[in-house]
């Protein structure tokens, strides 16, 4: 009787309790706080944060519970992650939920959708230079394009067992737009550009809509062809919702799709952060670089909007360049506030969608160029 | 040294440096792309007025009293509003509108007397004679 209690102690979390587990679980709690508490991206912290839970409660091998283990339930649907599935699924959601109007009516806002990935190619030079392989660097420097599921795509292909860490911090500082971002764009903006308004957006018609996706997909996947099940979802999603008369289709893409995909990410990705595998000097560094990547990546969308506005008639306000790392929609929202901050009536949201949306075009080909290069 | 090194042995400046330009080229040809395809869907759009635009500028031959007559009635109708005719608005507008075939035929009311300057300066129409000319053709 005392053996059996004792072995069954032996087998409780309790007893298997390490330091680290026990950090893991306090991120786990902080996550679901910001989410909450703080509504940072509560659609994805709250499923990361209680999945790291799940995946930090001490647990013996062999009974098929870890996410590591091929008989566990949570490993099949990591599978997901792992092959790089749910991230195109995402992304299928996010077209059918977007419109691209904003861009449509002013296409050289997708410039700044571009300079942002600098911070992409930046901190992938700089994980070089801190001795990361080439494969590793380029799945961290995607973090820099500001976007959870394209992070995880490319390091599915790229770098499987770093997945855990680059998808927590691409997702924690998508979480932190709002605190990371505002610095930057007030240091590199005077108040006078702050408060440049944006000349009316043109009326799209139908036509142009519905042709977008088509032209987007065929342009991006014959230049990077590896972009594919990205902007290939991104794209069919979008058809499926400009054409109206797919509405059906649409909807549960915008909707059921998305939320059981971002679910299942979300919780498996959480769970993968089991504290052996995770805590260790590479994902603090890959955390430090995933911050240093927001950060060139927003200052190079400041800065080029800056320099374009040397060369445009009708300036454009030097915010929205902060707006083109795709962390859709908050960092158009941030520009928004911050825009905000100096002239109540200055609306710039509808504006900064623009290079956001672009943001999310030009992260999945700079994965796609990063792919190819590296494979 | 070992940095660079790092960065050098696994071609990391050539493939950020490309990575980057093509991602630039790639929205660059996009936004292109939209705006040609902007100009070509507005053109069909409205391509009875453009074809109908082009086929008039081609057509008139102000020494025919008709063509002539034609376009004064429509220029009365452009400014029958007004008593005193905004002469530099009104060019404006058609260069904007594309109908800049309507400034010879300005310049030939101004010669023949349609078009008359009153003791204020300002450009009015010679209505009697204008609408002799219409009542004509």
Redesign the interface.
């Known amino acids: 009787m005392f053996n059996m209690l004792s072995d069954f102690f032996a087998n409780t979390g309790f007893a298997l309790l390490t330091p680290g587990y026990f950090v893991m679980i306090l991120v786990g709690l902080f996550f679901i706080y910001l989410g909450i508490a703080k509504h940072y991206e509560p659609l994805l912290l709250v499923p990361i944060g209680f999945g790291i839970l799940v995946g930090n409660v001490p647990v013996f091998q062999g009974f098929g519970l870890s996410i590591y283990e091929d008989t566990s339930v949570l490993h099949y649907l990591y599978f997901g992650v792992t092959k790089g599935i749910y991230p195109p699924l995402i992304f299928l959601g996010i077209g059918a939920m977007t419109d691209f109007s904003t861009?449509?009516s002013r296409?050289?806002l997708?410039?700044l959708?571009?300079?942002a990935?600098?911070g992409?190619?930046?901190t992938?030079?700089s994980a070089?230079?801190?001795?990361f392989?080439?494969n590793e660097?380029a799945s961290i420097g995607i973090i820099g394009g500001a976007d959870g599921p394209t992070a995880i795509f490319l390091s599915s292909k790229l770098a499987p067992m770093l997945i855990g860490p680059i998808a927590i911090a691409a997702y924690s500082y998508m979480a932190l737009v709002p605190i990371i971002q505002p610095p930057i764009m007030k240091l590199l903006t005077t108040r006078k550009e702050r408060l440049i308004r944006m000349s009316e957006a043109r009326k799209v018609?139908k036509?142009?809509k519905i042709?977008?996706p088509i032209?987007?997909f065929l342009?991006?996947c014959f230049?990077?062809p590896t972009s594919l099940p990205l902007i290939g979802m991104l794209c069919f999603g979008n058809l499926l919702k400009e054409a109206l008369v797919t509405e059906r289709l649409a909807k549960v893409a915008r909707t059921s799709i998305i939320d059981i995909v971002t679910i299942l990410l979300g919780l498996t990705v959480g769970a993968s952060t089991q504290a052996d595998v995770f805590l260790n000097a590479k994902s603090l560094i890959i955390f430090f670089l995933g911050a240093f990547s927001f950060c060139i990546a927003t200052v190079s969308g400041v800065v080029f909007a800056k320099i374009m506005n040397l060369f445009l008639k009708d300036k454009i306000n030097p915010l929205l360049g902060a707006a083109g790392v795709s962390a859709v929609p908050d960092s158009a929202r941030v520009v928004h506030t911050v825009g905000q901050e100096e002239d109540r009536n200055n609306f710039l949201l509808m504006h900064a969608m623009a290079p956001n949306v672009?943001g999310v075009?030009?992260s999945a080909?700079?994965a796609g160029?990063?792919w190819s290069?590296?494979k | 040294m070992s940095i660079l090194q790092n960065i050098q042995n696994a071609n990391g400046f050539e493939i950020a440096f490309l990575g980057t330009l093509i991602v630039f080229l790639c929205l660059f040809s996009l936004s292109v792309a939209v705006n040609f395809f902007h100009t070509i869907i507005f053109f069909l759009e409205n391509k009875h007025t453009f074809i109908q635009k082009i086929k008039k500028q081609a057509k008139i031959n102000l020494s025919e009293e008709s063509d002539f007559a034609d376009m004064v009635k429509q220029f009365m109708l452009f400014v029958e509003k007004y008593d005193e005719i905004p002469l530099p608005k009104f060019l404006r507008n058609a260069r904007e509108m594309g109908l800049t075939y309507f400034y010879p035929v300005v310049a030939k009311m101004a010669d023949e007397g349609y078009l008359v300057s009153n003791d204020r300066g300002f450009f009015v129409l010679n209505k009697t004679k204008c609408n002799e000319l219409i009542g004509n053709n």
């Open positions: 861009l449509l296409p050289s997708m410039l959708g571009a300079a990935q600098v992409i190619f930046i992938f030079l070089l230079a801190l001795g392989l080439p660097a018609t036509k142009e042709l977008f032209i987007t342009l991006c230049v990077a672009s075009i030009g080909i700079g160029i990063l290069f590296i």
